[in-house]
């Protein structure tokens, strides 16, 4: 009995031995149609044609405000820190906490031309250090220089020396 199902099991391994095993045949089929596909992709591949529209820009021209009265000014008792001297008006691009930080801003906007200054605040018991880029003895010309630098400067402010 065991010879006959050893004898079973053997041939069942044989026979799925070889039925596994790939046939040539069936490569080389599809090995041609592979080919046929790819040399019918390159017959019918078109160069795709690009369109060109032309669109007209029309530039857009601003007048500058020359009315400043209405510009919103803070007054506020300050102690001058360090920096140029400042004057009536002066535009506030910062204020810190930190002594350093602000000074080193100053600097940096010294560096680009501008006389600027950091004075010392008080508010609410709490010490501040406004960055100044700039002072001017009148209301009109600050406020210009605000909106140059508001730009790189978002929510810079004047500030009216008490």
């Not at 041609?32 to 390159?42: D, G, I, R, S």
């Not at 369109?51 to 001058?80: G, H, I, K, L, M």
């Not at 930080?101 to 200054?117: D, F, I, T, Y």
């Not at 609410?124 to 790189?152: H, I, M, W």
Request: charged share 15%; proline share 4%.
């Amino acid at each position: 009995m065991k010879k006959i199902l050893l004898m079973c099991a053997a041939v069942c391994a044989v026979f799925m031995m070889s039925s596994c095993k790939s046939k040539e045949s069936a490569y080389k089929k599809a090995y041609e149609k592979a080919k046929a596909q790819q040399t019918e992709q390159t017959v019918t591949t078109t160069t795709p044609v690009q369109q060109v529209t032309t669109q007209t820009v029309t530039p857009v021209t601003t007048t500058p405000v020359t009315d400043y009265s209405n510009v919103a000014v803070r007054n506020e008792s300050v102690a001058f820190v360090e920096g140029s001297p400042l004057k009536l008006y002066g535009v506030v691009v910062a204020s810190v906490t930190i002594k350093s930080n602000g000074v080193a801003l100053m600097q940096k906007l010294a560096g680009q031309g501008n006389n600027s200054c950091v004075v010392q605040a008080q508010v609410n018991g709490q010490t501040f250090y406004r960055v100044v880029a700039c002072s001017f003895d009148t209301k009109p010309e600050a406020a210009q220089k605000r909106s140059q630098l508001e730009g790189q400067y978002p929510g810079a402010w004047l500030l009216y020396k008490k």
